[in-house]
């Protein structure tokens, strides 16, 4: 086991996409272990992605089970190729990123999710998820995608007139 | 000569391009930005910003006045102890809403101040229409105390029929 190390900002290698998993080997599984180990590493991470790594492969694990009041949450769970097939209604929320130090920001995410993945050893794995744990879902595969909170951070004041606008119905954003 | 901040204070009537000419500018005078505000407050541009650069003192002064003044903006400049990636997490949230009256904020606040709450960042705006404005605020900050003693703290406020929502931040890093 070892603590890998943290790709930060501006590392270009962030936004570039991964690719699915296809060998669920000891391999696979020894690399999910360092990751998990370097999860628990960081400060108050809850989640983790293996791009934050440089293993541009589809794998994330999350663990939603110890925040300050509970959640509903799964328990720790590893993500492999995991997909979102349904998303439902949307909300902000705080989020920082171990590969972005020293920020966070409100993004908005679906606030239920249905997501299916694979387990380490290929076996089919499905959820629905919630608030907390579908926004952790959101975060982590969205790295997967190369994509980073800060390109969805959104100030509470925009926030607010994207609602009165879709309030209206109809209305056009200038 | 030291690097030292300044915070610089700008206001004028809001067009397009007095970020661009500002910024511009201090990018010419080679001074650099740390964190700033720039938010459009009642038809005005308002911009506060962290500056530094080693020059001599009224320097930044006497260099930025032509171009502040040719964007019709007034401006302020302090010097000031400042240093950046001294960022707090916000950990408690509050949303008020109500008719528009005066003292909302003062009383709001002043409980907020009593229960220990330190204020982040606030923002407030009047919605409605001019026959019946409505005040909303949102506020960030942080407190030891937890979300129910925040609550407490507020309650008188929403006997008084202004709509005062607590929640934590749970701040997911992932």
């Given at each position: 086991?070892?603590?890998?190390e943290?790709?930060?900002?501006?590392?270009?290698?962030?936004?570039?996409?991964?690719?699915?998993v296809?060998?669920?080997d000891?391999?696979?599984?020894?690399?999910?272990?360092?990751?998990?180990e370097?999860?628990?590493?960081?400060?108050?991470?809850?989640?983790?992605?293996?791009?934050?790594?440089?293993?541009?492969?589809?794998?994330?694990?999350?663990?939603?089970?110890t925040?300050?009041k509970?959640?509903?949450?799964?328990?720790?769970?590893?993500l492999?190729?995991?997909e979102?097939?349904h998303?439902?209604?949307?909300e902000?929320?705080?989020?920082?990123?171990?590969?972005?130090?020293?920020?966070?920001?409100n993004?908005?995410?679906?606030t239920?999710?249905?997501?299916?993945a694979?387990?380490?050893?290929?076996?089919?794995?499905?959820?629905d998820?919630?608030?907390?744990?579908?926004?952790a879902?959101?975060?982590?595969?969205?790295?997967?995608?190369?994509?980073?909170?800060?390109?969805?951070?959104?100030?509470?004041r925009t926030?607010?007139?994207k609602?009165?606008?879709?309030?209206?119905?109809?209305?056009?954003?200038? | 000569?030291?690097?030292?901040?300044?915070?610089?204070?700008?206001?004028?009537?809001?067009?397009?391009g007095?970020?661009?000419?500002?910024?511009q500018?201090l990018?010419?005078?080679?001074?650099?930005?740390?964190?700033?505000?720039?938010?459009?407050?009642?038809?005005?541009?308002?911009?506060?910003?962290?500056?530094?650069?080693?020059?001599?003192?009224?320097f930044?002064?006497?260099?930025?006045?032509?171009?502040i003044e040719?964007?019709?903006?007034?401006?302020?400049?302090?010097?000031i102890q400042?240093?950046?990636?001294?960022?707090?997490?916000?950990?408690?949230?509050v949303?008020?809403?109500?008719?528009?009256?005066?003292?909302?904020?003062?009383?709001?606040?002043?409980?907020?101040?009593?229960?220990?709450?330190?204020?982040?960042?606030?923002?407030?705006?009047?919605?409605?229409?001019?026959?019946?404005?409505?005040?909303?605020?949102?506020?960030?900050?942080?407190?030891?105390?937890?979300v129910?003693?925040i609550?407490?703290?507020?309650?008188?406020?929403?006997?008084?029929?202004?709509?005062?929502?607590?929640?934590?931040?749970?701040?997911y890093?992932?």
């Amino acid at each position: 086991m070892a603590i890998l190390e943290i790709l930060t900002l501006p590392e270009p290698a962030l936004k570039q996409e991964s690719s699915p998993v296809t060998e669920f080997d000891d391999a696979l599984r020894a690399f999910i272990a360092d990751l998990e180990e370097t999860r628990v590493n960081g400060p108050a991470a809850v989640g983790i992605a293996a791009p934050q790594v440089g293993y541009f492969k589809r794998v994330v694990v999350l663990d939603c089970s110890t925040t300050r009041k509970p959640v509903p949450n799964h328990g720790r769970l590893v993500l492999v190729n995991p997909e979102i097939t349904h998303w439902e209604g949307y909300e902000p929320g705080r989020e920082g990123c171990l590969s972005v130090p020293d920020y966070t920001g409100n993004v908005i995410r679906a606030t239920r999710i249905h997501l299916v993945a694979q387990d380490p050893y290929g076996e089919r794995l499905e959820f629905d998820m919630e608030g907390y744990e579908a926004r952790a879902a959101q975060h982590e595969i969205d790295h997967l995608d190369g994509i980073l909170f800060v390109d969805r951070v959104v100030s509470r004041r925009t926030d607010l007139f994207k609602r009165k606008v879709y309030q209206k119905g109809g209305g056009k954003a200038s | 000569m030291t690097d030292q901040w300044h915070m610089l204070t700008l206001i004028g009537e809001d067009k397009p391009g007095i970020v661009a000419a500002v910024t511009q500018a201090l990018f010419d005078l080679g001074l650099n930005l740390g964190e700033t505000s720039m938010l459009r407050l009642g038809g005005n541009f308002t911009i506060m910003m962290m500056v530094t650069g080693s020059h001599p003192d009224g320097f930044l002064e006497d260099r930025l006045k032509p171009v502040i003044e040719a964007q019709g903006m007034c401006m302020h400049i302090d010097p000031i102890q400042a240093r950046l990636h001294q960022h707090l997490v916000p950990n408690i949230q509050v949303t008020v809403s109500g008719a528009d009256r005066a003292g909302i904020v003062a009383q709001v606040t002043g409980a907020l101040a009593a229960a220990g709450f330190n204020i982040l960042d606030l923002e407030s705006d009047v919605a409605g229409t001019a026959n019946r404005p409505v005040y909303i605020m949102q506020i960030a900050g942080v407190a030891d105390a937890p979300v129910e003693s925040i609550e407490d703290a507020l309650e008188p406020l929403r006997r008084d029929g202004v709509d005062v929502n607590v929640s934590a931040i749970e701040t997911y890093i992932g």
